[in-house]
Every structure is written in C-alpha cells, then in structure tokens.
C-alpha cells in the first residue's frame, strides 16, 4: 500500500490493536510511513456500493448520476458511452477515479 496511492477523505481499514475499523484518511495519516504500516484497502462490495450512494440496477450494474460501475472479471466504470477498463478493486480507487471524473467526493451513507 503506497501513500501515492490515497487522497485526504479515502475510506481505508485502520488496525486498532487486534482488530480493524474503518476510517477516513486525513492529512496526518501521511506523516512518515504511517499509510504503509497502519492502513489497509477496502474491496469493493454490495454494501460498499450502496453505503457511497450507487444504486444497484439490473442485471449487477450499478448506477450514481451519469456514472456505471460494472463487473466482468473486474470492477469497471462506464461514463458518457465510455468504458474505463481500469482495474477497481478497492474503495479507495473508486473514490479517487469518481472524483476524477465528476470533480466531485462520494458521500458514505451507512
């Protein structure tokens, strides 16, 4: 898990003594190597999904605005017609592509 790799807000699991929790990364989260020894992703799951406002369709597809998040093989997004095939395992990098996209932060609703 490299530091580069996560934004100040991404979901991660934190290792509180003998078990993880989930948090939100903030900007003393990177200080040192805090991130590598201390944080581990989030897969993407059913409950994921709907906690980050996407809304299951038919047929496994999943929808937030103009975005769709699919699986084949692996996560994908599909956005205006277009097929991002880049590789969607983690919460983490869902978040920071969704972003990258729309310019806006998905909101975790339990």
Same mark, same amino acid.
């Given at each position: 898990?490299?530091?580069?790799? +996560?934004?100040? *807000?991404?979901?991660?699991? +934190?290792?509180?003594?003998?078990?993880?929790?989930?948090?939100?990364?903030?900007?003393?989260?990177?200080?040192?190597?805090?991130?590598?020894?201390?944080?581990?992703?989030?897969?993407?799951?059913?409950?994921?999904?709907?906690?980050?406002? +996407?809304?299951?369709?038919?047929?496994?597809?999943?929808?937030?605005?103009?975005?769709?998040?699919?699986?084949?093989d692996q996560w994908y997004i599909v956005w205006n017609d277009s097929s991002f095939l880049t590789t969607?395992?983690?919460?983490?990098?869902?978040?920071?592509?969704?972003?990258?996209?729309? *310019?806006?932060?998905?909101?975790?609703?339990?």
């Amino acid at each position: 898990m490299e530091a580069k790799n +996560f934004r100040i *807000g991404n979901w991660v699991e +934190f290792k509180n003594h003998s078990y993880f929790e989930y948090t939100t990364l903030t900007q003393s989260s990177f200080e040192g190597d805090y991130i590598e020894k201390t944080f581990k992703p989030i897969k993407i799951d059913d409950h994921w999904l709907k906690s980050l406002g +996407f809304k299951k369709e038919n047929g496994g597809i999943y929808t937030h605005g103009t975005i769709e998040l699919r699986k084949d093989d692996q996560w994908y997004i599909v956005w205006n017609d277009s097929s991002f095939l880049t590789t969607l395992i983690n919460v983490h990098s869902l978040q920071n592509l969704f972003f990258a996209i729309t *310019g806006n932060e998905l909101e975790f609703k339990p």
